[in-house]
């Protein structure tokens, strides 16, 4: 039976008071013995007596092994870019690769969305809104190790002269003006807007990432522009509603590499010149 470290040396002390007693009705050395016994019984509870633990003394937790994502969490914000109030969009996301739709979703009053998709492929998503332009993003949730949560916050632009819209889901194979399949469906939603706003005026812009010689990077992004401009056409849009321009390199978006910055420099995105 284990007693309190406080009732162990209370006891020492009591047996120190009775040494006295001891001496008068037992010989000298009985009261010595008594007497030393008491004095290692004390020193023995004072050197047992045991510390607080201390953040050096605890154990330390291992850290968290990464695990495998194999569904990720998208989730943010949909904004006004000019009074930062919540834009009651509606949200459709796609398969970039085959072009199908996987589910549409709409904000909450406050603005938010969250989804919870499948890692390992690469996604679009587009929002639509009354006064406000498409709005697409391309989203790729790559197979990864790590948290498995992922924030994009969209702020949307009226269409409006002036208004700069990127196409995030234009898409040309690598180092030419070849477009990518899965470019069409971006395209044909700018087919869309162009035939429901018979006014509206766009200037077709293409962008490099300055990674290439700057004049080859000129010649690229014209191609690239005029290649847009051809779809449009073909597709019934008037030629006098549409300037192309290439930039090259000479307007980036992003000047650091790290992340992935320096290549969303390639682009294409439309300016509204008259609406």
Same mark, same amino acid.
């Given at each position: 039976?284990?007693?309190?470290?406080?009732?162990?040396?209370?006891? &020492?002390?009591?047996?120190?008071?009775? %040494?006295?007693? !001891?001496?008068?009705?037992?010989? /000298?050395?009985?009261?010595?013995?008594?007497?030393? /016994?008491?004095?290692?019984?004390?020193? %023995? !509870?004072?050197?047992? $007596?045991? $510390?607080?633990?201390?953040?050096? =003394?605890?154990?330390?937790?291992?850290?968290?092994?990464?695990?495998?994502?194999?569904?990720?969490?998208?989730?943010?914000?949909?904004?006004?870019?000019?009074?930062?109030?919540?834009?009651?969009?509606?949200?459709?996301?796609?398969?970039? $690769?085959?072009?199908?739709?996987?589910? =549409?979703?709409?904000?909450?009053?406050?603005?938010?969305?969250?989804?919870?998709?499948? &890692?390992? =492929?690469?996604?679009?998503?587009?929002?639509?809104?009354?006064?406000?332009?498409?709005?697409?993003?391309?989203?790729?949730?790559?197979? %990864?190790?790590?948290?498995?949560?992922?924030?994009? @916050?969209?702020?949307?632009?009226?269409?409006?002269?002036?208004?700069?819209?990127?196409?995030? @889901?234009?898409?040309?194979?690598?180092?030419?003006?070849?477009?990518?399949?899965?470019?069409?469906?971006?395209? $044909?939603?700018?087919?869309?807007?162009?035939?429901?706003?018979?006014?509206?005026?766009?200037?077709?812009?293409?962008?490099? /990432?300055?990674? /290439?010689?700057?004049?080859?990077?000129?010649?690229?992004?014209?191609?690239?522009?005029?290649?847009? &401009?051809?779809?449009?056409?073909?597709?019934?849009?008037?030629?006098?509603?549409?300037?192309?321009?290439?930039?090259? &390199?000479?307007?980036?978006?992003?000047?650091?590499?790290?992340?992935?910055?320096?290549?969303?420099?390639? %682009?294409?995105?439309?300016?509204?010149?008259?609406?």
């Amino acid at each position: 039976m284990n007693l309190p470290l406080r009732g162990l040396l209370a006891a &020492a002390l009591l047996l120190g008071s009775l %040494r006295p007693a !001891l001496a008068q009705s037992a010989p /000298d050395s009985l009261a010595q013995a008594a007497s030393s /016994d008491t004095l290692r019984l004390a020193q %023995r !509870l004072t050197e047992d $007596e045991e $510390e607080p633990a201390t953040a050096s =003394t605890l154990p330390v937790a291992p850290a968290p092994m990464p695990v495998a994502v194999t569904e990720v969490t998208l989730h943010g914000t949909v904004l006004d870019v000019a009074s930062g109030k919540p834009v009651p969009a509606s949200i459709e996301v796609l398969d970039n $690769e085959t072009g199908a739709l996987v589910t =549409t979703l709409r904000c909450t009053p406050e603005g938010s969305y969250s989804i919870n998709l499948p &890692a390992g =492929t690469n996604y679009g998503l587009v929002l639509h809104s009354g006064a406000y332009p498409f709005h697409s993003e391309n989203v790729n949730l790559a197979a %990864r190790m790590g948290f498995p949560e992922t924030v994009r @916050n969209f702020r949307l632009q009226k269409l409006e002269p002036g208004t700069n819209i990127l196409l995030n @889901n234009v898409f040309f194979e690598s180092g030419t003006a070849k477009l990518s399949p899965a470019s069409t469906a971006e395209l $044909e939603r700018l087919v869309k807007l162009l035939a429901d706003k018979p006014k509206l005026k766009l200037k077709i812009s293409s962008h490099t /990432d300055g990674t /290439d010689d700057y004049e080859a990077g000129v010649v690229l992004t014209k191609q690239r522009a005029q290649v847009i &401009a051809a779809y449009l056409t073909e597709h019934k849009i008037k030629t006098d509603r549409l300037t192309i321009m290439g930039y090259g &390199a000479s307007i980036p978006l992003r000047a650091s590499a790290l992340n992935g910055d320096l290549q969303r420099n390639q %682009r294409i995105e439309f300016r509204v010149m008259a609406n």
